[in-house]
Structure formats: C-alpha cells, structure tokens
C-alpha cells in the first residue's frame, strides 16, 4: 500500500501562484510514475504533470510553461508549482501514485482560480 498526503490548495485570483506538495509513505519501492490529476466539475480526471522512471517528466498542453513538477526523493515528495494560474486551472486536484498493477490516489486538494 502507498499513502499520499497532499496540501497546498486554496483561492488565488487569476495570475497568481500556488504550490501543491505530495507526500508519500508506505510501500514506495518500484514506484512507476507519480504526480498530479485534477478534476473539474462535469469533466473527466486529467493527467497534469508526472514523473517517470528515469526522472522523465511529462505534461498536459494545457500547462506547458506555467506548472512545474519537481520532487525531493529524501522526503518522498512530489511538488508541483503553478504559476500564471488561470480560472480554467480550477479543479481538484490529485497526487497518484502508479506501482504496477496498482493505482493510489491522495485524498484531492481544491485549487480555486477566480477571474
């Protein structure tokens, strides 16, 4: 089992920035990839941004130049900073964990972009 524990969340105008923070703990070995979904009301869970083995980092189109994945691997945490954020960014958001054949999700963090 992995456990995530996000924070970071919150209400910021448009332009601003936050950081979003995913610790993990538990059985964290072999992980494949890990990083951030969000979830906009009536819309389907989307890949954000994530890490890969090896380091690979990947993004959605949508936040290419404006979010910023990064990791401490001493404190099993995966960081992602969102800068120029837009009221389109605004969703839940959520750390996932891919170990195979295993999917783990944190609990979600809500990111409010007003205009």
């Known amino acids: 089992q992995v456990q995530l524990v996000e924070s970071g969340g919150g209400l910021v105008q448009a332009g601003g920035s936050l950081r979003l923070s995913c610790a993990a703990s538990?059985?964290?070995?072999?992980?494949?990839?890990m990083g951030w979904y969000r979830q906009a009301p009536g819309k389907q869970r989307e890949l954000v941004a994530s890490f890969a083995l090896g380091g690979r980092t990947n993004y959605a189109d949508s936040v290419k130049g404006r979010f910023t994945i990064s990791r401490d691997s001493a404190k099993n945490t995966v960081y992602l900073q969102m800068d120029s954020l837009k009221p389109e960014d605004t969703a839940v958001y959520y750390c996932?964990?891919?170990?195979?054949?295993?999917?783990?999700w944190g609990q979600g963090t809500q990111v409010t972009v007003s205009s």
């Open positions: 538990g059985s964290i070995v072999a992980i494949n990839t």
């Open positions: 996932n964990v891919y170990r195979f054949p295993n999917n783990y």
